[in-house]
């Protein structure tokens, strides 16, 4: 039995982008994409932390 491998990978202008992806033979692919709302200033540090939490809990429930 083969172990998959799950990662999140990170990007955008202010990082606010997380894909949690699964490799699938030798390339990554999009299993679910997060992008955090940046249009309020005010509001981006919450938005970003949110959707980086909640692709952790993704990436955790995979990962059992």
Known sequence: MTMRKYRISRY????HIF?????LWYV?????????D????????????YCKMLAEELLEKLEE
Do not use: Y
């Not at 894909?19 to 490799?23: A, F, T, Y």
């Not at 990554?28 to 955090?36: D, N, Y």
């Open 19 to 23: 894909d949690v992806e699964m490799k």
């Open 12 to 15: 955008g202008l202010f990082d």
């Open 28 to 36: 990554w692919i999009v299993i679910k994409r997060f992008k955090a």
């Open 38 to 49: 940046i249009s309020n200033v005010d509001q981006m540090p919450n938005n970003i932390t």
